[in-house]
């Protein structure tokens, strides 16, 4: 979730760089279109992690199109929507805890197939949203979020890949449950970081209005 545009970014009107608005156009896609999958792939295989990283596709889809939607706006909206991505995320992270706890009260193993090949498929996707979006990855709160966003799925893709190991090892639904937990704890990391920068930036356009 975030960068500079290369040369330096402005945080005045009308200064965006078109490569970060075309990279946020191709990542708004890739997320609505892997949303679908993960959904279908978690529901068929029964995984919690896959679940859970289908609602935060579906989240990052979103947030993108907010994203879109301030892009041209000025600091002070910008980081009014960063605001509302990083509280978004955070109950993302809450959502994904409960939905973790529900399942290891089921206690029904997901079928370790097809939750591998979604979550390498889901890794294709977020590695390439996340090359497009890296030269932005340093810039006001907004930016930012993009990048996180980016970043921590592609991190989630690789661990979910694992706990498809873990549970065609072990018969086990405890590696999906785990890695399903540790979801949320990226959601809730990356969602106080955007929270304070945004907090952080809100502050300083009140203390002087005539930059907003």
């Known amino acids: 979730m975030s960068a500079c545009c290369s040369g330096g970014c402005s945080s005045q009107k009308g200064s965006v760089d078109p490569r970060f608005r075309r990279a946020l156009w191709i990542a708004l896609v890739v997320n609505a279109a892997m949303f679908g999958v993960e959904v279908f792939g978690g529901l068929r295989a029964g995984s919690v992690s896959l679940l859970a990283d289908a609602v935060d596709f579906a989240g990052d889809a979103a947030n993108y199109a907010l994203s879109l939607a301030v892009l041209s706006m000025g600091m002070l909206w910008r980081s009014r929507a960063a605001l509302v991505k990083g509280l978004s995320m955070g109950a993302y992270g809450v959502f994904v805890l409960g939905k973790t706890a529900w399942a290891a009260l089921a206690g029904v193993p997901p079928e370790p197939f097809t939750m591998g090949a979604i979550a390498m498929l889901a890794l294709v996707a977020n590695v390439s949203v996340a090359l497009l979006l890296y ?78």
């Not at 990048?147 to 706990?163: K, T, Y």
């Not at 190991?165 to 970081?193: E, N, Q, Y």
């Open 135 to 212: 030269a932005h990855r340093e810039g006001d709160a907004n930016m930012r979020s993009v990048w996180l966003c980016s970043r921590n799925d592609a991190i989630v893709n690789v661990a979910i890949g694992v706990a498809a190991l873990g549970v065609f090892g072990s018969g086990s639904a405890w590696p999906d449950l785990v890695v399903a937990v540790a979801i949320a704890g990226l959601a809730l990391s990356a969602a106080v970081s955007v929270v304070r920068q945004a907090r952080g930036e809100l502050a300083s356009h009140a203390a002087h209005p005539h930059h907003a």
